[in-house]
């Protein structure tokens, strides 16, 4: 069993739907991260949490401790949201190194 | 500031030759972390620093790779000799330290033929 375990793995919108991606994770963790990754390769750090919530434009993440899950959220989706974003932990032992979910692709078709 | 900057974007290589790839972290970032992407296993860690120290390269194939930090603001990454089996795209990245966010550089896209 992977330590980070994202789902769905694949998810396909039509543009404006509200838009759920989940991630738990079995080991104890210091934070939590969501990151970006479009078609071309380039990675962004979208979120970094610990606890409670975060929100920036349309995204919001979230993060329950007691349950080890995570979600990211997009509201009002749109094509250009079209990526695979990928749950990540660093855990309380190991330092800053991550721990890489399998990633989910989105597809938001107009 | 300019992120993180790796070179090459791309490499292509014949099989047995020396790859070396670089990053120049933010400056101020005192962690850097190598990473593997391969479709085959997703992300890994390959090796990390922290003040210029490797502080785990567990995830260092074998010996054909090697991880340098001279440096706060400069490391390498070495291959020698390149097999097609190391073909993936390898990122850089670097944070303040334990508890900060990521910044990713944009990759290199390695290829061994």
Known sequence: KNEVEQSPQNLTAQEGEFITINCSYSVGISALHWLQQHPGGGIVSLFMLSSGKKKHGRLIATINIQEKHSSLHITASHPRDSAVYICAVSGQTSGSRLTFGEGTQLTVNP | ?113
């Open chain 2, 1 to 113: 500031d300019a992120g993180v900057i790796q070179s090459p974007r791309h490499e292509v290589t014949e099989m047995g030759q020396e790859v070396t790839l670089r990053c120049k972290p933010i400056s101020g970032h005192n962690s850097l972390f190598w990473y593997r992407q391969t479709m085959m296993r997703g992300l890994e860690l390959l090796i990390y620093f922290n003040n210029n120290v490797p502080i785990d390269d567990s995830g260092m194939p074998e010996d054909r790779f090697s991880a340098k930090m001279p440096n706060a603001s400069f490391s390498t990454l070495k291959i020698q000799p390149s097999e097609p089996r190391d073909s993936a795209v390898y990122f850089c990245a670097s944070a303040k330290g334990v508890g900060y966010g990521y910044t990713f550089g944009s990759g290199t896209r390695l290829t061994v033929v």
